[in-house]
């Protein structure tokens, strides 16, 4: 497990993570190619079943990204995505995945920067975990 | 050609400045179906207000509320965006100008700029020019995500053509020999917008230590500090040695208030908002880790409820207010400690000791004022602000141009938008009425037919060559030609003007394709733009998905080709399974019923009746007293010596008048349904208590408030106690005032500001100086004494209470917890007050005691009101607007806007301005046959709902409700599209358009293909 490259996927709200995603391409903050980046209207439509998919698919962590506390667009979307993590963290401890691999992360629009540095951070955290289990068994199941 | 005839080809208005005032105008405008353009000297458009990181009261983020909502709003493209661009000449009059305009070269060219700033890095005279917005240096780089356009320019006067820039720029997209445009357009009406300057304190460093002592800022360089976003990155430092400071000191009025240049005479108004911002964000983030101090001369948060907000500062969040005069600031040699000398209220002086000191510096009219005024052959006021009248307070002198936000003088953002959509409507009555706005007209029928298989065309757009350049784009596109439902994949040509979106029409004709996928740019910046584009080609707009390849693949990952070819494939692969899974999305049409209620009929309420009635609208004016006038009909002159009576006499004169306005005097509204654009409104009206029904698109509501009735100060019980209405009326009829006029003493602030009412009443300390002077004008040798708590005198207000002092009124500031004290004597009444520098209690014989009383709601009519109408009120009994800063006179009831006294207490000219607001935001709806929503909105399956009520509770407008079936129902035209209701329901009975489960998980399984 020398060069295990995560698969991330952040779901990223349109008024404040996803413009702060595109910052940092505009202001050019580098972050792992790992990281790919799913559009929602706001952060507090990501269901947890939504987070569950993307890790029965094979990514190795989900990032819900949103406003900054207090700035949601849609006044407190943004405190019940992270209501909804917890909810989904406490679960995959359950199991046995690890609560760890799902992250609720906080910008601003013109964080091009925290965006970046969220996701290589994370990204870090997740080479550092390992391969998510389920890909795992999945893979054992196909082979 | 004669004016009529331009009369009916003119729809265009022209609007000098895209701050937000600017920015506010063009959207209401462009909103009710005028062609706008919008010019702005600076490279890109914003204002201040990407400057600022967060606004009072909230301590939000309000930007996104106030720009475009790309997701819905047709009416931008109706806006011509003009930066680097002055008008230079403005020939014609009202309805038939011709604007010369001229555009600088911005030295680069947007198409191929990707913002990568390596000639900003390598440019030696510092001619590279980044928009504030997104400058990393500034406090909130993009909180504005709109901000267009993203790109750099060139300062070509600076330049000295060394060429090192040419040689660092990868997309080649510098060009030196770009060269000025001019160009003449013609406008029926012209708003200016241009805002002011921030006072620079530089001049005046000897006092306050600008440019001496590096840890004496500006309050704008405090915001960009405190900035999770700024210079320091969120850290809290202090310039000189990068230490988190402790104790911070605010100096108001720096720059303003005083006689000597180059400080302004003026009151910049909205200084004292900004530094308590400050402070509190700064006591909310660091608490006892924090000593805040602001030294002032008057606090003057004047607006709604800002006076509560003052308050809570001094006790609660422990701002210390210190009431002085700063005089010097120095260092201490030993400690490096800060010193600010300040002379007290007891005229003692005292030294405070800090780490930090924030200069609340004012605005000054920019520097180009002068030379804009000629152009637009306009009057300037002493300060180079425009002139404005009282009874019109938006007119310049030149009939077609009116001004708003602080080109008139510094004012806030709340005041600004007011200003911004009361120009909007003024603009607009020298136009031809708009043809109704229909933006699916000219469009063919949409073609696509459910269960259809999917014939999808993937377009690489990649205008600057940055995506080919950073990825393999030929191996994206074979795999692209693989995926399922694909059956074209072209790579676009570089888009110049419409043609190249015309070209994407034609094609998707040609290859009768029914979903589109995009390639290349970001849906945030050009999503709108393709899905307007595909609509035209008669696909429904929800039936395009973008790649986001630039943005969020070969600019983040530059040195890894191979890595963002394999992402691109992904991104393609996701956007392609999107837009598989996409359903049209269909408007909901509300027909507009193109009339309108407005209940008041006061000056905010008959200014309102009157634009929208100019404008083609039909009027019911719904008035509860037996004239027209309201509060106004007790004024007789306005501070700066204007009559009242006969503007108010014309007012009336012109609202009678009118054929589309129909007037219902000695009427209450008694009952009220139906939803934006048809409105049914039951009206009682005369002694027989006539009942009708009016049915009306909007509503306008403009009920004023009352005058408090003091019960203080002898009031009621001695005839020598009066309040300043009734000495108005007094000094107007001009009988029998000597002996009365011999010694005046005023009371500010009786009745608000306490603990009944802690609103400040905003325009009694104006009410005093006006009826000072007047008292001093019949009777020079009269003395008069005015006993204040803190001056509230905004902009040149202030130069009458200089007037004042001038010509011997005596100000003698009391507090809270020491109030004047009246006794009743024989010839006289005696009062007795506190004198701070004596140290010592004075007493006066008065002639005459004049209560300065505020206006409060009027609460047993607005609270029936707001019941009839579903509207919330303050708790000081005002109605609720749908967000006090950037919405000021909207209600959070669509359709449903509030002008005037009602909302909070005003002078003449302010509920003048508000009723035109109003006005001017109710034409937004009007112009429409029907209102459509466009973007996704949460529909509901009433077979899985179990009416648990957790959407009802989720919803952050309130938009669900158990209909009558016993199911959910979400009204399509107030839902927001944000998609928590669904995320929330248990039984999965909502989803949201655009954004289902099904689409959600389809796109992460595209995503994540291969992966396992």
């Known amino acids: 497990m020398i060069d295990f490259q995560p698969v991330i996927v952040a779901f990223a709200c349109s008024y404040c993570a996803y413009t702060a995603a595109d910052m940092a391409g505009v202001q050019g903050f580098a972050y792992p190619e790992g990281v790919k980046i799913v559009q929602v209207p706001c952060s507090g439509k990501v269901d947890s079943l939504h987070i569950l998919r993307a890790l029965q698919k094979g990514a190795d962590g989900v990032m819900v990204a949103g406003c900054l506390e207090g700035d949601c667009h849609f006044r407190n979307g943004n405190r019940r995505a992270a209501q909804r993590v917890r909810y989904v963290q406490a679960l995959l401890e359950d199991v046995g995945i690890g609560g760890q691999r799902v992250l609720m992360a906080n910008m601003s629009a013109g964080q091009g920067a925290v965006f970046a540095a969220t996701a290589s951070h994370f990204w870090e955290t997740i080479r550092a975990l390992g391969q998510n289990p389920a890909k795992l068994a999945a893979s054992r199941a196909a082979a | 050609m004669s004016d009529n005839e331009c009369e009916k080809r003119c729809n265009a208005v022209m609007v000098v400045g895209a701050g937000i005032a600017g920015i506010q105008a063009s959207l209401d405008l462009a909103g009710a179906g005028r062609k706008v353009y919008l010019v702005d000297k600076k490279p890109a458009p914003g204002g201040y207000l990407p400057l600022l990181d967060r606004q009072f009261p909230t301590n939000d983020c309000n930007i996104c509320y106030v720009t475009p909502d790309s997701a819905k709003a047709g009416a931008p493209l109706a806006i011509e965006s003009l930066p680097l661009t002055r008008l230079t000449k403005l020939e014609g009059q009202a309805g038939s100008f011709e604007a010369t ?37 500034s406090p909130t780089c993009l909180r504005y995500p709109q901000a267009q356009p993203q790109a750099f320019s060139i300062d070509l006067e600076k330049c000295t053509r060394c060429g090192q820039c040419l040689a660092v720029c990868r997309p080649g997209a510098i060009d030196m020999d770009m060269l000025s445009q001019h160009r003449k357009v013609e406008v029926g009406s012209v708003v200016l917008a241009s805002g002011a300057e921030l006072f620079d304190p530089t001049p005046l460093g000897d006092y306050c230590g600008y440019g001496r002592f590096p840890d004496v800022v500006t309050s704008l360089e405090f915001e960009q500090i405190m900035s999770a976003a700024g210079p320091t990155g969120g850290e809290f430092v202090r310039p000189s040695d990068g230490r988190r400071p402790r104790r911070i000191g605010w100096i108001q009025c720096v720059g303003s208030r005083s006689t ?42 004047m607006g709604k409820d800002y006076e509560q907000y003052y308050q809570r500062l001094k006790n609660d969040l422990g701002v210390r207010f210190v009431r002085c005069r700063p005089h010097s600031v120095g260092r201490d040699a030993v400690t490096g400690d800060i010193l600010l000398d300040h002379v007290g209220e007891d005229g003692t002086s005292q030294v405070a000791h800090l780490d930090m000191i924030v200069l609340a510096t004012g605005f000054c009219a920019p520097a180009d004022a002068a030379g804009q005024a000629a152009a637009l052959g306009i009057d300037l006021d002493p300060h180079g602000f425009v002139k404005a009248a009282d009874f019109s307070p938006l007119a310049t002198s030149r009939g077609g141009v009116y001004a708003c936000g602080m080109a008139l003088g510094p004012r806030d953002i709340p005041d600004s938008l007011t200003q911004a959509s009361a120009c909007a409507s003024l603009a607009g009555g020298h136009l031809a009425p708009p043809k109704a706005l229909d ?22 757009a990649d205008w600057g060559g940055r995506i080919k350049s950073s990825l393999d784009l030929n191996r994206v596109m074979t795999a692209t030609e693989g995926m399922p439902g694909v059956v074209l994949t072209q790579e676009m040509a570089p888009l110049r003007g419409e043609e190249g979106l015309e070209d994407l029409v034609r094609s998707i004709g040609e290859h009768r394709l029914n979903r589109v996928v995009v390639a290349g740019y970001s849906p945030r910046t050009h999503g709108r733009i393709f899905a307007e584009t595909i609509r035209r080609a008669g696909l429904n707009r929800a039936m395009v998905e973008l790649a986001n390849l630039r943005d969020q693949d070969v600019m983040v990952h530059p040195h890894n080709p191979e890595a963002a070819t394999a992402k691109a494939i992904d991104l393609v692969r996701m956007a392609v399974a999107g837009v598989t899974l996409a359903q049209p999305i269909y408007t909901h049409q509300q027909p507009v019923v193109k009339s309108a209620l407005v209940v008041g009929g006061g000056v905010a309420g008959l200014g309102a009746a009157l634009a929208l009635a100019d404008q083609g609208v039909r009027v019911h004016l719904v008035e509860r007293a037996k004239t027209l006038g309201g509060m106004a009909g007790h004024l007789r002159r306005t501070l700066e010596g204007q009559p009242v009576a006969e503007q108010l006499a014309e007012l009336v004169d012109k609202v009678v008048q009118h054929p589309g306005i129909k007037v219902i005097l000695d009427a209450l509204v008694v009952d009220h349904q139906g939803q934006v654009g048809d409105f049914t409104t039951g009206v009682q009206s005369g002694p027989s208590m006539y009942y009708q029904q009016i049915q009306h698109g909007v509503t306008i509501l403009a009920t004023g408030a009352r005058q408090y009735q003091p019960s203080e100060y002898l009031y009621g019980q001695d005839p020598r106690v009066l ?27 009786v009745g608000s500001r306490n603990q009944q009412n802690p609103a400040c009443g905003r325009i009694c300390c104006q009410n005093a100086v006006k009826n000072a002077l007047w008292i001093k004008e019949l009777r020079p040798q009269a003395r008069v004494i005015v006993l204040y708590r803190d001056m509230r005198m905004p902009y040149r207000a202030e130069e009458a209470y200089r007037r004042a002092r001038e010509q011997g009124v005596l100000f003698v500031r009391y507090s809270e917890d020491d109030p004047p004290k009246v006794e009743r004597q024989e010839q006289s009444l005696l009062v007795t007050f506190s004198e701070k520098i004596l140290a010592r209690r004075l007493a006066v014989e008065a002639s005459t005691l004049v209560l300065s009383t505020p206006q409060v709601a009027d609460d047993e009519a607005t609270e029936e009101l707001c019941e009839i109408f579903h509207l919330q009120r303050t708790p000081t009994g005002f109605i609720l607007e749908d967000n006090v800063k950037v919405r000021p006179v909207d209600t959070p009831a669509p359709g449903i806007f509030a002008a005037g006294s009602v909302l909070a207490p005003k002078s003449i000219s302010e509920a003048r301005t508000q009723g035109l607001a109003a006005a001017g935001r109710a034409l937004t709806l009007l112009a429409q046959d029907s209102l459509s929503v466009a973007g996704g909105v949460a529909k509901v399956m009433s077979e899985r709902c179990a009416s648990c009520l957790v959407c009802v509770r989720a919803c952050p407008v309130a938009v669900p409700f158990i209909n009558a079936d016993g199911y959910s129902q979400i009204d399509p035209a107030k839902c927001q599209g944000c998609g928590v209701c669904a995320a929330e329901c248990p039984a999965k009975a909502i989803q949201l358009q655009g954004y289902t489960d099904d689409q959600i998980m389809g796109r992460t399984d595209a995503l994540l293909e291969g992966v396992l």
């Open chain 2, 101 to 137: 305009l001229v555009s600088l070269p911005r030295g680069i060219d947007l198409e191929r700029c990707n913002a990568c700033g390596e000639c900003l890095k390598v440019c030696p005279e510092q001619a590279v020019r980044f928009t504030p917005g997104l400058d990393f240096g």
């Open chain 2, 260 to 301: 000597v240049e180059p400080a302004k005479p003026y009151c910049s108004s909205i200084c004292c908002m900004f530094a308590m911002k400050e402070a509190a964000w700064a006591k909310e983030r660091f608490a006892q880790d924090l000593e805040a101090s602001i030294f002032f001369m008057d606090m003057r948060p």
């Open chain 2, 439 to 460: 933006m699916e007209q000219d469009l063919p029928p949409e073609s696509s037919q459910p269960g259809q298989a999917p014939r999808i065309g993937v377009y690489f």
């Open chain 2, 723 to 749: 309040t300043q209405l009734e000495l108005e009326e007094r000094l107007a009829a001009g009988q029998d005032l000597d002996q009365a006029l011999d010694t005046v003493v005023m009371i500010q602030c």
